[in-house]
């Protein structure tokens, strides 16, 4: 099931990625305009944000938490975006950044320190070293290989949680304490009430996105559209393509470790399936289907798929078939996903109207 | 401006480039020309970094080049364009010569947000213009035509503001109106930068060249002015064919 799913995914993706680049004669370019900062990127990004802010208000505290892992895993969403929007780089490993960072959390807070910032510096600094070694080997690979690298990188990580008594073995971290997160000394959040810890989260999110968007609307993340674009003309351009991919390898991790850094505290507990690849593909799929190359699309996919899985999962134990067929029907026919399907629901309207 | 010694490349056993050695001189235009599998075409990429020599030597203003990765070339001011159309294809026209304008830019800048750094839009408003494809300026690169796309190659390599031109046989596979463009355009560049072309065309070699170089099996077989190739007999029989040795 797993290889299975696996090699399905990279198909997919490569289909998804190919139809991207070589657009259809005549139609402009979806990639012409930046992407992330067009308008209807904008509007939908706030929308969505002015529905999760009045969420919590209405739901129960279930669903309150189940948004709030929405948002974690939308993270390692917007990494895979990062890296495949940006970059045109497919990472099945992103789950390793993310449990990396889940796992170092949870040994700091129940052996180290019980303080936030301290443990959130600690992650970031681990995070930014170890994806900068990894980065450094695996990008020498292109195309399937690097998948495969990044692949292969998550499940050692996962062999050495599972095998590693010290970590739990396969039972993971349990009773991590949730701390109270102190600003300035003038006050301190505590993430114990449901309500504080998900706005704490969604103000968390927010500001990992404007970041992401503020780093890459640079003439760095143009350099990353070329390299997307056809790698092999960038170095004649006076670019080393290396240096490029690899900072965006960093910027990519350091967002999942976000998600990897709170997720202990919803859950209280670490388990090696963290490292999973199925945390990865699930990824890529919300990638897809939020629209990659948006940003703002993959936390979009996040909820989408994090909410589906749970309606689902109450229909039917079948629930992996059908989300498997949501990804083709989307790879198939809304290669650039919800963002793509917006954009082409208001292009229709402007048309009727005028 | 270019100088070339002793250059050699082997790929198993086939001896793709032997001894090759010449000069390019500032501010001319040298051609490299030569029947199939002459290897003009290995030559043309050891010179720009895309392939590495097995020996030899390369120097650019006295500096020695030999083995650089194309990248640094390209900051060195050596620009090259390729036979097969290569081009970002999925970005505009006016964003394809924007990222070469931004590569000029110091990297330091390369954080700032990107309307505060004007002067590469700017210049590559120029650039475009000069080459005739404003009216195409934001239409996607892998829609112009061929004719364009040949234009857009060679506007990305000037983009760079590069001391050496290195152009992979830049009218391939253009009707004969259009050749004449592209043979106006090298013209008109000539003054600015050191033009090397490999160039299957003969026509378009002997109009535009001050010096060419034949190769031949991956030797250099004669050098001198067009009109000297012309009339040369060595060069007839190896390249130039019995039609042409009768004409």
């Known amino acids: ?354 | 401006m270019i100088r070339v010694t002793g250059l050699s490349k082997s790929f198993g056993a086939l001896h793709a480039v032997r001894n090759l050695s010449f000069e390019a001189g500032a501010g001319r235009i040298t051609s490299i020309i030569g029947p199939n599998g002459a290897g003009k075409s290995t030559a043309f990429n050891l010179i720009a970094g895309t392939l590495r020599p097995d020996g030899g030597r390369i120097e650019f203003e006295g500096e020695d080049i030999t083995g650089l990765p194309p990248h640094v070339l390209a900051r060195r001011g050596i620009a090259r364009s390729f036979q097969i159309t290569n081009l970002f294809f999925g970005l505009s026209v006016l964003e394809n010569v924007r990222l070469a304008c931004q590569a000029l830019e110091p990297r330091r800048q390369f954080g700032r947000r990107l309307d505060r750094l004007a002067p590469p839009l700017e210049r590559a408003r120029r650039i475009v213009e000069e080459f005739g494809l404003a009216e195409a300026a934001d239409e996607t690169a892998g829609n112009l035509s061929h004719g364009d796309q040949r234009r857009l190659e060679i506007a990305l390599c000037m983009a760079l503001e590069p001391r050496v031109l290195l152009l992979d046989e830049p009218s391939q596979g253009m009707a004969a109106a259009e050749t004449a463009q592209i043979d106006a355009l090298i013209q008109s560049l000539a003054g600015r930068v050191t033009i090397l072309l490999i160039e299957h065309d003969i026509d378009l070699v002997m109009n535009i060249s001050d010096h060419v170089i034949v190769m031949h099996q991956g030797e250099k077989l004669f050098e001198g002015l067009p009109q000297e190739v012309r009339a040369s007999a060595l060069v007839r029989e190896a390249y130039l064919g019995e039609e042409h040795a009768t004409a």
């Open chain 1, 1 to 354: 099931m797993h290889a299975k799913h696996g090699v399905e995914a990279v198909r997919a993706v490569a289909a998804a990625a190919q139809a991207r680049r070589r657009p259809r004669a005549g139609v402009r370019s979806v990639l012409a305009a930046v992407p992330s900062a067009s308008p209807i990127v904008r509007w939908t990004g706030i929308g969505f944000l002015v529905v999760a802010a009045l969420f919590p208000l209405f739901g129960s505290g279930f669903y309150t938490r189940l948004a709030i892992e929405a948002m974690l895993f939308g993270s390692i969403a917007l990494s895979v975006d990062i890296l495949l929007g940006y970059a045109g780089m497919l990472s099945l490993g992103q789950a390793a950044y993310f449990g990396f960072a889940a796992y170092l959390t949870a040994v700091l807070y129940t052996h180290v320190t019980s303080s936030f910032w301290l443990v959130a510096l600690i992650v970031a600094a681990s995070v930014g070293l170890l994806a900068f070694l990894l980065g450094a080997v695996a990008i020498r690979a292109s195309g399937v290989y690097f998948a495969l690298i990044t692949f292969g990188v998550a499940e050692i990580l996962l062999k050495i949680a599972h095998n590693t008594r010290a970590l739990g073995g396969s039972d993971g971290i349990i009773g991590i304490p949730v701390p109270s997160v102190g600003v300035f000394g003038l006050f301190s959040i505590p993430l114990k009430h449901n309500l504080v810890f998900y706005y704490f989260v969604l103000a968390g999110i927010v500001l990992v996105y404007l970041g992401v968007r503020r780093i890459l609307n640079t003439p760095f993340g143009r350099v990353l559209h070329a390299v997307r674009d056809n790698a092999d003309r960038v170095p004649y351009l006076g670019y080393n393509p290396f240096w490029y991919k690899v900072c965006a390898y960093v910027l990519a991790a350091e967002v999942a470790a976000f998600g990897g850094l709170i997720y202990p505290l919803l859950r209280g507990f670490v388990s090696p399936e963290l490292f999973g690849f199925e945390v990865s593909t699930k990824a890529v799929v919300m990638s897809l289907v939020g629209g990659i190359g948006t940003l703002v699309g993959p936390l979009i996919g996040g909820v989408i798929i994090t909410f589906l899985e749970i309606v689902l999962g109450g229909i039917t134990e079948h629930h992996l078939i059908v989300l498997g067929v949501i990804f083709v029907v989307f790879v198939m026919f809304l290669p650039d996903g919800f963002m793509g399907l917006a954009r082409r629901l208001v292009a229709q309207r402007r048309g009727e109207r005028s």
